[in-house]
């Protein structure tokens, strides 16, 4: 499982970087693994604020639904409007074009869990 | 399965292509003077004729139906073990009472006087249920198994609001089927889970700190998903009644115990029925079911209408009453389930309904004893009229449970319910019901056994199944991301 | 032991063995000894032929909508049953199947769907359509609850046409107050029609109208749904008579939102009232806030053209608390008798028997309103299909109680769950009414004037 060293993770398995004065939010590639193959995505409205850990949208797979959190506390503004015809993306390129949102707002790193964190999450999960 | 079509049927809007003048059924002769529409009707409201709507001969109609019922499995196929589906024989006779004109000729909205026959059998249906659970009433209204859970948890509602106890919380154990939840949601109320001890069973210490003065109804499946029984139930139900709630008990599972134990006395407030399990009414491809639901004197006042009562030798349809829940449905019920359901119970009887609970259970049994070599058992505690297995021996492999399942299709079964209960990481939840042969049971053990060992031998041979059905496997990631849920014509 | 048990004496006594169990019992031993009894209090069983004469003699006692002139319609229709609907039902490789969830093995039910479907699409005009639900009224609920969602719910008002059926009215009632929606019931015009002009509301997440109404009146479509888009609302349409759509132009050609009713009318026996067949239509566009089961075709991996339900996460047994519903089990069986109906009636078939509907029961129409005595038409300047408002001399439930005696079931009286129209029969007339069947009905009632 892929865990890029310079993102910041949730224990939901959303990852978060900052790109300037905003913060671009997908979900992990363990995630999208656990989810499988994505075939809907439901993003939010652009303008939609939302606190640490409240729902953005959801990830349909053919089995089963995901929810996904945001990561810090912000206004979403920008989707990746690329997912409603690709959202296959979300699979292919978790971690570059199948990201899902972006947020103005500042990463909390206290809140995150850097890389080496999140692997250890996922060590206790497959067991 | 063993058959395959000998050609592919195209879908009925590519017969005729050439879209021919051809003759469908005979209407009876216009023996009115014949009408424009535009003469009595807003041109601008009529339609245009329906294009891709072709006419055929009606041999060909008879074949194109003939042709695609032979890509289905079914039970007269071979055993369909769905856990908590209850796939039994569906009787022959069932289906010719259902069709005879005294009750398929009839209009909901006749006179009393015109339908006492009918009113009868429904009455007579509605005291059968209440000998079969225990209960003080019953409503036949509710179309399908998660309606009549929706009808019981809204009287519930009723109930509350009727003594001024608004609660807000349904209680549902984690190993409960998916409408449970759904229910609870939908009639308004948080649905909070309460934890399985190690048994699988209700954790009771759970239960006792979940269960305050804001839980309304606490929802249990007897026996539960695992096939094992709630051998608790009597505390429990003193629990939840002791704090104000209601015990809501999920039916599907009836026929483990039908004829041998009422929940009644298990001190349910109410309980659905699935008339297409126990009951032996069709599945039909999906649909139609029922799911009368039985209820407590508690509850008694506020059963949906329209219902039946009697007055001396006579029946009557009450259609108004201010403590109702009110109509869940258009009329009744669906009354021609209701008489396949009578005509089974009347066959069976006291004994005959407890001799099948009896097979259900022993033939479940047989499958749990033969299987539990090949495939890991998590929870160990008694079953009765089901089975769960799990994959994680054959996972160690990378077979899962629906590669198993796949492969079950080659030899010519149904494969197991998967889907839940979610406390079993890739169930396989097996129900054999009573109607089939020990033969048949045993074939079906034969195949699981085999399939175990073929994924000791040659893993991929099972995780590329099927490869003996009418069609190989499904793209379905397809079907949902370029939706095509209609036919069109090719373009161009 | 009974022929619809399995295993006799010996074959229990040989599983036991192998089991090492000395007696069944032992297998119930978890079920507590307090909640068990000896015998549930029911009759013995019988035989099959002491029950199916039994079950006869019960079924004697109704009486047939054949068995003499029947206008009865308000929802619930006596058409022609063609006699290969009930031989394919009758095959148990559709009625002895469960819901397709093993696609593999499924093609012909799914493939009956994607067929069913795609007729509810012509006929309706949508783009999407389920492969059913219950009946006409739950249909009406899911309309209702989808408006909701598709507004995101943000409308709490539904603006309902009081010619909606009362039926259907009743158990929308139910399902509104349980998920606290308000009901604003508009009742029609004196002409019968609704009046698009007060369908106009901020707050409401739709505007629902039958269409023929219960009184049998064909409304205003296209004027309709702009009045309901024009406040912001979705238009759904009911149709309570799908044999209607034979000639009538489904509300998805005007823009409305969602089309759904019911269609016992396409070879469902009426059956005292069900089970009958839900159906629901609308734009691709909400297809992921429509309720119930969806059939798609997709390929397999030799990649030939194949079938499987698909959007299954709206539904139950995946999203659980958040499903999109819980009344959306489709009736298979209902969607197969339907499709096998309309298939064998072709296109044109079910456009002439709806004309067929439509010259019959305008004849009637006509030989009523010249019959004199009290008689007359309701609505006599309203464009109908094949069911009618009649006023007589006297109140409706008097009228079909004098009629009954005479010998014709002659319709259903208009104000039996109230409402604000004429109180009278409601007249349907159907291809089974023949020529003599309307001479009854006439001269019944010119003995009562």
Redesign the interface.
Known sequence: MSVPNDLSYTRSHEWARVEGDLVVVGITHYAQDQLGEVVYVELPEVGLGANAGEELGTLESVKAVAEFLSPVAGEVVEVNERLAEEPNLVNEDPYGDGWLVKISGALEEDELLDAEAYKELLAEESH | ?RRRALR??P???ELNPRRT??Q??L??P??????D?AA???Q?????????????G?HE??Q???R??????????GL?P?GS?T?????R?N???A?????????????DD?????L??MWELEQ?LK??T?MAGVTLQP??G??G??TGI?MI?KALEARGDARSIVLVPDSA???N????????YE?VEIPSAVDGTVDLAALAELMNERVAAVMLTVPNTLG??E?R??EISELVHRRGGFLYLDGANLNA?V?????G??GADAMHINLHKTF?T?????????GPVAVSEALLPHL?VPRVVREGDRFRMV?HDPNS?????????????L?RA??Y????????????S??A???A??IR?RLRGAYHLKYD??S?HEVVFDDSVQATRDVHNIDI??RL?DYGF??PTM??PLIVHGALMIEPT?????E??GAFCDAMLEIAREVERDPLLVKSA?HD?????????????A?????QPEQG | MHPWVGAGPDDRRHLLDELGLDSLERLFATIPQEVCVDRVDLPPGQDEDTVRRALAAVADRNLTLSSRPSFLGAGVYRHIQPSVVDAVLSRSEFFTSYTPYQPEISQGTLQVIFEFQTLICQLTGCEVANASLYDGATSVVEAVLFAHRVLRGKRNRVLLAETVHPVYRSVLATYAGAVGLELVVVPPGSDGRTDPGRLRDEQACCVVVQSPSFTGVVEDLPAIAEAAHASGALAVQVVAEAVSLGILAGGGAFGFDAVCGEAQSFGVAPGFGGPHLGFFACAEKNVRQMPGRLAGETVDADGRRAFCLTLSTREQHIRRAKATSNICTNQGLMALAATVWLEALGGSGLRDLARSCLARAHELRRRIAGLGGGWRLAYPAAPTFNEFLVEGPGGGDELARRLADDGVLAGLPSRRWGGTWPDGLLIAVTECNRAADLDALVAAMKRLS
């Open positions: 399965m592919d049927e879908p009925f809007f003048v051809r469908g059924h209407l009876p216009l023996d009115v003077p014949d009408l529409p009595v009707l807003p601008s409201l009529l339609r245009a004729p329906v294009e891709d709507f072709p006419d055929l009606e109609v008879v194109h139906f003939h695609l019922s032979q890509l289905n499995y079914a039970v007269d196929e369909y769905l589906c796939m039994k024989y569906n009787p006779i289906e010719r009472t069709r005879l004109a005294g009750f398929a000729d009839l209009h909901p909205l006749q006179p015109q339908v006492q026959g009918a009868a059998l059968a000998a079969v225990g179309a399908a998660a309606h859970e929706l809204l509602r089927h998916g409408t939840p759904a229910t609870a949601s939908f009639a308004g649905a094992v029984f051998h139930i009597l115990f004829g041998r134990a009422l929940v006395r298990m032996s069709p599945h039909g491809g999906g649909g139609p079911g029922a949906p259609w829940v009110g109509a869940m449905r258009g009329y009744a019920g669906s009354f021609l389930i008489v009578m005509t119970i009347r066959s069976l009887g006291a004994e005959g309904l407890r001799e099948l009896d097979v259970v022993l033939y049994n047989l004893h505690a008694p009765l399942a796949k299709l149904h494969p889907s839940f009573e109607s089939p042969s020990p048949e049971v099927p059905t009418p069609v190989r496997r499904i793209d379905e990631v397809r079907a949902a991301r939706l095509k849920v209609r036919w």
